[in-house]
């Protein structure tokens, strides 16, 4: 089955900094790839996906990347705020389809933004 | 609040005991999945289900059970098989064939085995 690997595991910056998430996946067949967001004490919520036709997307302050050779893609977080300061989950999954669609998440990497 | 409800949002536990966790949702969601959540371990799923009266075990299945009669019900019961139950518990939801399998979670359920 697909394996999904995110790093790093915990991310301090300074308010305004940028921040960079990786995650490795093991499924070449894996073809959607989402990113979720998780306040302290909340549920997770998605914040930006992409499909393997795409190498990048842009929402605002965040983007993510695709590279389908390597096998990873990466979360990037520009002008960091404070309220950014979360539980980020990567996820991928082979999109719809019988079990094809199953999500498999990393870790989470735990964002720090100071103030 | 989201469309998708667990209950109850803390539940204690005897060793030896089942118990079982509710998860509604009103979103008309074909699919509905259960994960666990626990410290530095991510979301593992346990069981997911696609259509009423059918489901399928995830990557963590052993001592959990679940059944799906309705569309919008998807109870998981964890058992006395489950050998480390302690964790917290997030329901989930998306639409079937949507080609991007978006989930919807819900708030959660935290279990403590006492």
């Known amino acids: 089955g697909e394996n999904v690997e995110q790093h790093p595991s915990t991310l301090s910056v300074q308010e305004g900094d940028s921040a960079v998430i990786k995650c490795t996946y093991s499924?070449?067949?894996?073809?959607?790839f989402p990113w979720y967001k998780q306040e302290l004490g909340k549920r997770p919520q998605l914040i930006i996906d992409i499909r393997s036709n795409v190498g990048e997307k842009k929402d605002q302050r965040i983007a993510v990347t695709l590279n389908k050779t390597a096998k990873h893609f990466s979360l990037h977080i520009t002008e960091t705020q404070p309220e950014d300061s979360a539980v980020y989950f990567c996820a991928a999954s082979r999109g719809s389809g019988g079990s094809n669609y199953k999500l498999t998440f990393g870790k989470g990497t735990l964002l720090t933004v100071n103030p | 609040d989201g469309g998708i409800t667990q209950s109850p949002k803390y539940l204690f536990r005897k060793e030896g005991q089942n118990v079982t966790l509710s998860c509604e949702q009103n979103l008309n969601h074909d699919a509905m999945y259960w994960y666990r959540q626990d410290p530095g371990q991510g979301l593992r799923l346990i069981y997911y289900?696609?259509?009423?009266?059918?489901?399928q075990k995830g990557d963590i299945a052993e001592g959990y059970s679940v059944s799906r009669e309705k569309k919008e019900s998807f109870p998981l019961t964890v058992t006395s098989a489950q050998k480390n139950p302690t964790a917290f518990y997030l329901c989930?939801?998306?639409?079937?064939?949507?080609?991007?399998?978006?989930?919807?979670f819900g708030a959660g359920s935290r279990l403590t085995v006492l």
């Open positions: 499924d070449s067949a894996s073809n959607y």
């Open positions: 289900s696609q259509i009423v009266n059918d489901f």
């Open positions: 989930a939801s998306s639409i079937e064939g949507s080609g991007a399998n978006v989930l919807t």
